[in-house]
């Protein structure tokens, strides 16, 4: 599994800490290696427009940097690529959220484009891209949110309260899992939320 870094907020909590310690490969997004290296950490890719990344990291890790000018892209979206063309199908995305509210909306939304298993781990929770009906490990008591993105059909089981074909995103927000596993019924594609705490 690789892990992306973004350039978000950089994390705090223990989980996505120790994900980029023990990733076998980090892609950092070009803004997201400035804060990744002062750190004492050495990416195996810096990915983006190249933009955001210092002038002194630039020279310094040129040979790792992969430029891609496309502005039709944000920088989540061209680490995804370039992993996948790479080969990884599994990805944990870290510091997509935080700092400004509409890059975060934007980041999260992406997950649902990747076509692979793909996953935004944040402070407080994970991201998980879904599409039809799929079951979920949880806990019981765990805080789960389902952002609907054109689902047909959505009934829940194991959760505390029912589901329906809702069409705005907090109409999914603050529902509860029941037991160790919940599934949603559905056709069509949705967002989980499965927070920490």
Not at 128 to 155: E, Y
């Amino acid at each position: 599994e690789a892990v992306i870094l973004v350039n978000g907020e950089y994390p705090t909590c223990p989980v996505p800490l120790t994900m980029l310690e023990e990733a076998s490969f980090v892609a950092c997004c070009d803004g997201a290696a400035n804060e990744y290296i002062s750190r004492g950490h050495t990416p195996d890719v810096i990915v983006g427009d190249g933009d955001s990344l210092s002038t002194e990291y630039h020279k310094r890790f040129s040979p790792i940097i992969h430029q891609i000018p496309d502005q039709e892209t944000n920088d989540q979206t061209k680490a995804v690529r370039y992993l996948q063309k790479r080969g990884f199908r599994r990805i944990a995305i870290v510091g997509a959220t935080g700092k400004r509210e509409d890059h975060t909306l934007g980041n999260i939304s992406l997950l649902l484009e990747s076509g692979m298993e793909v996953r935004t781990i944040t402070d407080y929770g994970v991201f998980v891209p879904a599409k039809d009906t799929q079951t979920f490990a949880a806990h019981p008591g765990q805080q789960i949110s389902i952002i609907n993105f054109g689902a047909k059909g959505l009934q829940g089981e194991g959760l505390v309260y029912p589901l329906s074909d809702f069409t705005n995103w907090w109409q999914g927000t603050l529902n509860e899992a029941t037991s160790d596993e919940f599934t949603i019924h559905c056709t069509g594609e949705y967002l989980v939320f499965l927070a920490f705490m």
